[in-house]
């Protein structure tokens, strides 16, 4: 009998092989059978690429950038979530195609095309492994006896995954054979760019071992990752590194709505494009919106990749859609504080918009009246006010980011900080505080900034072994402040952070980065409907941050005992297990990736208190005083330069003083 993962794998890759390759002749072939010689890289890889880029993108959809805290939308993790055919559709989408063709292509006789395939799998397989730890490997996509395959643990999977990496690193050759059309790195013939390969092949090394770092259980691992560290970054193959945003590993979808149109454009713009959703549900939940928390750091650096992150609220024939925003400011004609609102052009998406049970609202000090300017009535949401998705990032051609030289730089500038700590024998040739500032450079030209970025960069928390402060959230349960100055781990938090930024929607990289480093200490999540929940930790009121994702229902029913040695893997290689009722599949167990975890004392610190709501986040945009907002909303209304004081205020940002009653 086949196993499940085999049948599944199989029976995607029949349909799509026998729909690329010409007729079979009916006398002599089996209709309902593959051939070898039927099997063409040249047009199934494409095919392998548009799927591997759904089967992500819907795992970020649902999945990533919500846990990742950078975007709100319909969807969050619960532990009674089944995860289906999200873990499945890995194996039976792509890694089938990969495996039949695997068959045909070897290192010896194809190289290259043999390298491009290990390249591809070991990123799917780096994946899998930090979302869900222990998964299908060596067993995946074989016949097996009886309906059961096994499963590798998180130390096997990252450690083949680095041999992998490494093989294929040593076996690209620019001058060996090339796909006429490569789906991923084209060159300008449209043939294969092999250096980009290889160089993806070497970042990706990088990426992987620098996560094994943390696995304490697992010294093998460690000491796999230590070598590979060090050979991805000898004189020769420091050349094979991403130097530039040309060479970002993204994967491009197309503009034909019948065959290769993102899965984004299908699952959030295609209703609004064709009518069929009204304009007026833009601001709704199926639309993905900057998270509070994410914004909070946009806003207080004055970071200029906002704008490139969120679309600006509308203000068109349909209505000015703009949040509203009662603040105080200092006149320094008047030489007193003025009561005014305005519009602002970006408001996050807060995770939750009512007070949290067991939590009352509490009273500012300074003002008595809970409907002034430190209440949340001072913040003012209507029609499309939230900071929406670009429509860059989820448009039919939309690109589909993998790794970028912005985050290589960060590794760099990670390994430089802490290669004696880990020891690490290499000998790079920047400081840790070019490739942090090579970081911030390669991310704001890979969106296009061109001004502010100097000011940015000299800002206290930006700058290089500064602190800088933050604003709140508007439940003060979070606050944006970024400490780097003080030692090389305070220097950590200024590069992670980068990072963090950096890798925007990316929710994979963001998730992983979290978890490996604890830098970004969000609160818990708080549920609006706590009966649709089966949280470990917070009474079915709140939790925190997932660490992984469960396994699918199906596997208790397909592969019961390599099921139950899975998560037995799982609990012993993580630093902190956390066995439950529930088959030791827990939602919360640590991976061995995973930073030093303590969540104990979660619930009593967060059943129950006193919110301060506050609009720091969006008080005094433009500035402290009337004067500054004067000459600062030029940076965005350019057009009413004509106009003077508190008429231009007025016809830009719609201004208004309010009165004050005597």
Known sequence: MKKYLYTLCTAALLGLATSCVDSFDATNQNPNKLYMEDIDIQKIFPGTIYKSLNVLSEMNYNHYAYMARYVVSWTAPKSMDNIGDRFYNFYKKVLGDVAIMEEKYDRDSNGNYWAILTTWKAYLYSVLTATWGPVPMDAACKETYGNVYYYNSEAEVNIQILRWLDEAVETFDPSGE??????FYPGANGESDIEKWRKFANSLRLDVAIRMMNMKKSPEAISMAREQMAKALNETNRNYLFTSNSDNAMGRYGTDPNSDVSLYYERILKEFDLGTKLETELGGLTYPAMNEYFFCYMRSYDDPRLSKYAQTSRNDDSGDHRAVVRDSLWSTVEKKFVQVSYRVPFLPRFEMKQTPSGWLV??????????????????????YTYALLPRDFIKQDATVKLLTCAEVNFMLAEIQLRKDEWGVNVALPQSAEQYYYNGISASMNEYGVTTGISEYMERNGIKWNTNGLGCHDYRNFYKADINGKGGYK????????????????????????????RVMKFPPFFYNNPENNYGTYGANLFDPIPERLQYPIDERNWNMNYYREACRMLQSSSQTPRPDNNFNDNFFTPLGIGGPYNQEGLYDRWKEGYLMYNNEMVAHWYGDTLEEFYDNVLKDYPEYSHLQGEERLAASIGYVRIKEDN
Not at 377 to 383: H, Y
Not at 499 to 515: H, I, K, Q, V
């Open 490 to 517: 305070n220097n950590l938090e200024q590069v992670w952070k980068q990072r963090y930024f950096a890798s925007y929607f990316n929710g994979f990289a963001g998730w992983t980065l979290e978890r490996r480093t």
């Open 362 to 383: 509490g009273k500012d000090e300074h003002n008595n009246d809970l409907q002034s300017l430190y209440s949340t009535a001072s913040v003012s949401i209507e029609g």
């Open 178 to 183: 090339k796909m006429l059309k490569d789906p």
